[in-house]
């Protein structure tokens, strides 16, 4: 030990870490951001040839609308949560929206490709109702903190990580909506339906950091599960990269959540895929059904 | 002489670990058992052996059709099949990419070896002998993922790769005496260029279009975890860095750490990229048994 406050210095030079970590940050995203643009790309493809090589005159004429709905999916933007399922419930037949949910159900697929499309759409629907559901706890652990809902005061490293993880998920949800919107789907920008009520149920509980820090575990754990169990259904190799990259950073928010609880921080040999409790707390690998996109 | 981690909570650590390991195939097994979805529906309900058997039958089965097809329409016949010899490519290159990885494995358990028998590692204090806990852990953990390479290697038709890392391994042995002459830093700088290069490995082979849907969820298992270990390296290493060592601490070790007193900063420090980068990603064949 030196005479010096040790965290003082550690402060110093953390401060210049973290903006280091910050320009990787600025540095990263646009990149992922524009690989997944390719992928929404791809995801088109797929669904164009679908039309082009098909003489069924319905069909032709879904994809004769598939330029146009996409863009009118586009415009939607992010006011309209709907998933690109829903949509074309109400929207004429021979929009685009319809070819891609038709895509996306499989109905009328004549290839495994285009059907595989449609469970990439819906993967990532759910994938970007996880990110949302995170940013959404997050958010509210951080609006609630200085009201003492865990306590006289949070410990700046918890209240950090709780901010830098939020920036992390939202440019996750924001990677895997640009995906959706590019591809001609909806983006998704409500938390996940099958697991908010229970999700905000569990944080109405939380009275404490520790409780706080297991209930973000369980949501980090279950979305590198949820991720990770993608990389063996996912047909577009631009989804894979989505999900790659992201699994990764998930599990990395879950070790640093043990190490602040005091648990060892990597308590598994594999990535557990089921429902889990204690420091590999997970709520299991989501279906890729979950964001109601099928 | 051995460093003695003889704390009853870390025991029950190790314990816990080695059971974890003890049951690693098992656990890797289940998670394969999920890749169901795209066209393996029929495959739901049954064990990953059960799946590999089926592979291996329907691998057996295409042979055999080429054979036939040889006999009954002759040359054109066979050029008419030729997506077998694609089959045949697809897989030696998962094999390849599967034996690349053991080898990574294989150099991490090396240099955790390596690093466990130096002298300012067995020392008593609460940061070191997590330092070390970790290393040990770890290292067995490194073990079970090479298992798990080598045996889908094997299951494809491979060898295993026993071997370390042919490209990697002088940097590590070039690395040694300057372990010997240095501090924990060094360990802890050398790990994490290890296990970055193992996650960002792993990441390129899922980003790949050439792994097949089997292969590519045991390296997402597998680079989950090695993220993981990179992650607390770093967090360890801010630590160090930063005069903070009392932190560096589990349960299991001696007590949590005062959440209360780490540096606002730390947890970020130790997630730095919200997109794994893959800059140290290796070569997919480049560790493949010759």
Redesign the interface.
């Known amino acids: 030990?030196?005479d010096?406050d040790?965290?003082q210095?550690?402060?110093a030079?953390?401060?210049a870490?973290?903006k280091?970590?910050n320009e990787?940050?600025a540095e990263?995203?646009p990149?992922?951001h524009e690989s997944l643009g390719d992928f929404g790309s791809s995801l088109r493809g797929k669904l164009r040839t679908l039309a082009e090589h098909s003489a069924n005159r319905r069909t032709f004429l879904i994809g004769s609308g598939a330029a146009l709905g996409g863009v009118l999916l586009a415009a939607c933007g992010k006011d309209d949560p709907k998933p690109a399922a829903s949509k074309s419930s109400s929207a004429a037949p021979s929009s685009a929206s319809s070819a891609a949910s038709s895509a996306a159900s499989g109905a009328a697929s004549p290839s495994?490709s285009a059907g595989?499309a449609g469970?990439d759409i819906a993967a990532l629907s759910t994938n970007a109702s996880l990110e949302n559901l995170a940013v959404f706890a997050y958010m509210s652990a951080l609006a609630e903190a200085p009201k003492g809902k865990f306590g006289k005061s949070v410990?700046?490293?918890?209240?950090?990580?709780a901010k830098?993880?939020m920036?992390?998920h939202k440019?996750?949800a924001a990677?895997f909506n640009a995906a959706l919107k590019i591809a001609g789907a909806a983006e998704f920008t409500k938390p996940n339906p099958a697991l908010a009520d229970t999700v905000i149920k569990l944080f109405g509980e939380v009275k404490d950091?520790p409780g706080l820090a297991q209930l973000a575990l369980t949501l980090e754990n279950t979305a590198?599960a949820t991720?990770?169990?993608q990389?063996?259904?996912?047909?577009n190799?631009d989804a894979?990269?989505a999900?790659?990259?992201?699994?990764?950073?998930e599990?990395?928010?879950?070790?640093?959540l043990n190490?602040?609880?005091?648990?060892?921080?990597?308590?598994?040999?594999?990535?557990?895929?089921?429902e889990q409790s204690g420091s590999s707390a997970s709520l299991g690998?989501r279906p890729?059904t979950d964001a109601g996109v099928s | 002489m051995e460093h003695e981690l003889d704390d009853e909570r870390f025991r029950a650590l190790i314990e816990e670990s080695q059971d974890l390991n003890s049951d690693a195939m098992k656990a890797a097994n289940e998670p394969l058992n999920g890749i169901v979805e795209v066209g393996l529906e029929r495959r739901a309900q049954r064990g990953y052996a059960d799946t590999v058997r089926e592979e291996r039958y329907e691998r057996a089965q295409a042979q055999r059709l080429l054979v036939m097809a040889g006999v009954a329409v002759g040359a054109a016949g066979l050029g008419a099949l030729a997506a077998s010899p694609a089959y045949a490519q697809g897989a030696a290159e998962d094999v390849a990419a599967l034996q690349t990885a053991a080898s990574l494995e294989n150099l991490a358990v090396l240099t955790y070896k390596t690093a466990l028998t130096l002298p300012y590692l067995m020392k008593e204090d609460r940061a070191i002998k997590t330092v070390a806990a970790f290393a040990k852990i770890t290292m067995e953990q490194h073990t079970e993922h090479g298992k798990a390479f080598n045996a889908r290697a094997v299951e494809l038709g491979g060898k295993e790769q026993t071997g370390t890392h042919p490209e990697l391994t002088p940097v590590v042995m070039a690395a040694v005496p300057k372990l010997k002459a240095g501090g924990p830093l060094d360990v802890v700088a050398l790990a994490i260029t290890l296990e970055d290069t193992a996650t960002s490995t792993y990441v390129a082979n899922i980003m790949s279009a050439m792994t097949s849907p089997e292969v590519r969820l045991l390296f997402g298992t597998v680079a989950g975890v090695e993220s993981q270990h990179l992650s607390t390296l770093l967090a360890v290493q801010a630590l160090l860095k930063g005069g903070a060592p009392e932190l560096i601490t589990v349960k299991e070790t001696g007590g949590a750490t005062d959440a209360a007193k780490l540096p606002g900063a730390a947890p970020s420090i130790a997630i730095p990229e919200t997109f794994k980068k893959i800059d140290l990603a290796r070569k997919p064949a480049e560790g493949a048994v010759k």
Do not use: W
Not at chain 1, 155 to 161: C, Q
Not at chain 1, 243 to 249: D, G, H, S
């Open positions: 030990m030196t010096r040790p965290l210095i550690s402060e030079e953390l401060r870490m973290t280091q970590m990787m940050h990263t995203f990149v992922l495994g595989g469970k410990p700046p490293a918890v209240a950090e990580f830098h993880a920036m992390q440019d996750h990677a950091v590198g991720y990770v169990k990389m063996g259904t996912l047909t190799p894979l990269k999900v790659a990259t992201i699994a990764p950073v599990r990395q928010h879950a070790a640093i190490f602040v609880l005091g648990n060892y921080p990597v308590p598994d040999v594999f990535v557990k895929l089921d690998a890729d």
